[in-house]
């Protein structure tokens, strides 16, 4: 096992970000990490980089072995951030001779139909035909997003939602934990995916979800005829046997949501 490195982590404040930071700080690396804002830190190197309009991204490769590319843009131009400002971001990384382009990737996005899925493809196409050395790594859906999801219909009266749709959510730490055996200077190609320690249905998780939050609205079934629903109905999302962490999805609200 090669020696921890100097470390980029772009989108250093996002979900996955965050949790990815304080991990690789305690495996030994020197940690340099992105943001579009301004930021400080006593031991994150914190630069300024915006994968869109270029900016900062030969500074923020410069000097640094690995990159561990969790930025994202799932609601803003996702072709700009997630297609074209990853082969940016390569294009640097070959020009620094990093050693290992470690990039996040969704579970089953060749098999859902879904715009965001198809620039995430896109992104890992680009990488595998970069001269940049690099390591795959696919994740399920993270409990915080989930919970943000669920949030948006929480204010509603009635809660109405695709209930057997399946996933299998993962706690952010178990899977920053796996990026952190990944960022060494050894590329390793595909990863094997993770996700979480149960397959749910959406009703199932929403009905914990509601439990935690203490709002007793009715969740009603909306069945959503789509292919992309449909793949994920049939679980195209999941990765049963591939399994990190323990942390269920009701452990996890309760320690979200524990009150007193
Ligand atoms: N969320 C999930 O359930 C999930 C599941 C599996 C895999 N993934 C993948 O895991 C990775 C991390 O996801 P996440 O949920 O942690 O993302 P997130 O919370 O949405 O964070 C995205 C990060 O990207 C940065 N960013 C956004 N637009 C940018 C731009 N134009 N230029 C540069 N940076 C930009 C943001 O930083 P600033 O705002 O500070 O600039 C933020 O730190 C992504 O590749 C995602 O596809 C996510």
Known sequence: MSQPSRTLVT?????????????????????RATSRAARTGDDV????????????IRAAVDDVDVIVHTATAPLGDTEAVDVEG?????EAA???????????????????PYSYYEAKLDAE??????????????????????DELLEMVARLPVWPLPTRLRIQPVDTGPVADRLVDLATTEAGGRA?????????????LATAYREARGRWRPIVRVPIPTATFARFREGAATCPEHDVGSTTWEEWLETEYATG
Request: hydrophobic share 40%.
């Open 11 to 31: 989108g250093g404040t996002g979900t996955l970000g965050q949790a990815l930071l304080p991990r690789l700080l305690a495996d030994g690396h020197t940690v």
């Open 45 to 56: 190197e914190w630069v300024r980089m915006e994968l869109e309009s270029e900016t900062g």
């Open 86 to 90: 990853t082969r940016r971001l390569l």
């Open 94 to 112: 070959a020009e620094a001779d990093v050693e290992n382009f470690v990039y996040v990737s969704i579970v089953g996005i060749d098999d859902i």
């Open 125 to 146: 196409r680009a990488i595998e035909a970069s001269e940049v050395p690099s390591t795959i790594l696919r994740a399920t859906q993270f409990y915080p997003f989930v």
């Open 192 to 204: 094997a995916p993770v996700g979480g320690p149960e397959v749910r249905t959406v009703g199932e």
